[in-house]
C-alpha cells in the first residue's frame, strides 16, 4: 500500500510540474525551436529527478534504525539495466539537442570551403568611419531575406539596412514572418545583442561580423540591449526590435528614406546618462557570396 501511494504521489508531482512548464506561445521560429528542447529535456529529467530521490527516501526511511549495515550484493543484470537505460537517455538528450543546435535559425554558421553546400561566406563593407572590409557575415539563401547590419557601440545601437541605405539607431524593425539576417558588429569593445523574448543572442565582435537568422511569428515590439558588460554605460544600451506586418514594414521603409535615410526612436542613454541618436555616415551593406 505504501509503494502505491508513492509511486501515485510521484505521478502527481510529475503532473504538475508538467503544467507549471507550459510554455506560452513564442513569437519567432528561434525561440519556438529552444523551448520545445527544453520542455523535451524536462520532461525526461522531471521523472528521473522523482525516481531518484523517491529511492533515497525510501532507502533513509526503511534503514534509519539499521545498525548492522551490510554491503551491498554484485547484481549484474541491475548494472546492464541501468547502464543501457543511461544510454539510451543521453542519446535521446544528445540528438534532440543536435537537431536544434545544427539548425541555422539557431546556429548559422558560414563554410566557404570549396563546394560547401551550407550559407556561403559573405563580404560586408562599411563606410571608412565605422570599420573597413570586414567578412564572417552569412548571406541569405532566400530571395524575398531582409538583411540588417546592427553596429554596436560605446553605448547604444546603428541599424543599417543595405536595400534601402537608411540608418536607425533606437528601433530595429523587421516584417513578421519573413526570413531576417542581422549582421551584428562593433565599432569599439565587445559587446551582444539579445532579444529574449525571440530567442536572439549574438556577440558584437570588432573586426568581424557575427550572423542571426530568424523569423519572427508574432508582430508586437520586444525589448533589446546589450548583454556583454561593456563599461559604465552598459546599462543604458537598450533598443526595441519591432516586427510588423509587411505592408507596415515597407511603410516604414518608405517613411525613413523620405526623411532622410536617417530614423531615431528617443535614442540611445550614453554614459552620462543623456540620450544621443547615432547619424554617422554608414555606407550600403550588401551581403553577397565570396
Given at each position: 500500500m505504501k509503494r502505491t501511494r508513492l509511486g501515485l504521489?510521484?505521478?502527481?508531482?510529475?503532473?504538475?510540474?508538467?503544467?507549471?512548464?507550459?510554455?506560452?506561445?513564442?513569437?519567432?521560429?528561434n525561440?519556438?525551436?529552444?523551448?520545445?528542447?527544453?520542455?523535451?529535456?524536462?520532461?525526461?529529467?522531471?521523472?528521473?529527478?522523482?525516481?531518484?530521490?523517491?529511492i533515497l527516501i525510501y532507502t533513509v526511511v526503511k534503514y534509519r534504525n539499521n545498525d548492522d549495515p551490510q554491503p551491498t550484493r554484485e547484481n549484474r543484470r541491475l548494472e546492464i539495466t541501468w547502464?543501457?537505460?543511461?544510454?539510451?537517455?543521453?542519446?535521446?538528450?544528445?540528438?534532440?539537442?543536435?537537431?536544434?543546435?545544427?539548425?541555422?535559425?539557431?546556429?548559422?554558421?558560414?563554410?566557404?570551403?570549396?563546394?560547401?553546400?551550407?550559407q556561403p561566406q559573405a563580404q560586408q563593407q562599411v563606410g571608412a568611419d565605422v570599420l573597413m572590409n570586414q567578412s564572417g557575415a552569412t548571406a541569405p539563401l532566400e530571395e524575398n531575406a531582409v538583411e540588417v547590419e546592427a553596429i554596436a557601440y560605446q553605448w547604444g545601437w546603428t541599424?543599417?539596412?543595405?536595400?534601402?541605405?537608411?540608418n536607425s539607431s533606437g528601433v530595429l524593425a523587421v516584417p513578421n514572418?519573413?526570413?531576417?539576417?542581422?549582421?551584428?558588429?562593433?565599432?569599439?569593445v565587445i559587446h551582444a545583442i539579445h532579444v529574449p523574448e525571440l530567442?536572439?543572442?549574438?556577440?558584437?565582435?570588432?573586426?568581424?561580423?557575427?550572423?542571426?537568422?530568424?523569423?519572427?511569428?508574432?508582430?508586437?515590439?520586444?525589448?533589446?540591449y546589450c548583454a556583454?558588460?561593456?563599461?559604465?554605460?552598459?546599462?543604458?544600451?537598450?533598443?526595441?526590435?519591432?516586427?510588423?506586418?509587411e505592408g507596415e514594414y515597407q511603410a516604414w521603409l518608405d517613411e525613413q528614406t523620405s526623411s532622410g535615410g536617417n530614423a531615431s526612436a528617443g535614442g540611445n542613454a550614453s554614459a552620462d546618462g543623456n540620450t544621443s541618436s547615432n547619424t554617422s555616415a554608414i555606407g550600403a551593406v550588401s551581403a553577397k557570396p565570396a
Open positions: 504521489f510521484g505521478l502527481l508531482v510529475v503532473a504538475l510540474l508538467s503544467v507549471a512548464v507550459e510554455p506560452v506561445a513564442a513569437q519567432s521560429i525561440e519556438r525551436m529552444i523551448t520545445n528542447l527544453n520542455q523535451s529535456l524536462l520532461y525526461v529529467a522531471i521523472p528521473i529527478t522523482v525516481l531518484v530521490e523517491a547502464t543501457i537505460t543511461t544510454a539510451i537517455i543521453l542519446l535521446f538528450v544528445g540528438l534532440a539537442s543536435f537537431v536544434v543546435l545544427a539548425n541555422p535559425y539557431i546556429s548559422l554558421v558560414p563554410d566557404a570551403a570549396p563546394g560547401s553546400q551550407s541599424f543599417h539596412y543595405p536595400e534601402a541605405d537608411i514572418g519573413t526570413d531576417v539576417y542581422i549582421h551584428t558588429t562593433s565599432t569599439d530567442g536572439l543572442k549574438q556577440d558584437a565582435i570588432p573586426g568581424q561580423y557575427n550572423t542571426i537568422k530568424t523569423k519572427a511569428t508574432e508582430p508586437g515590439t520586444y525589448q533589446l556583454e558588460y561593456c563599461g559604465s554605460g552598459h546599462s543604458g544600451m537598450l533598443a526595441n526590435m519591432t516586427v510588423m506586418p
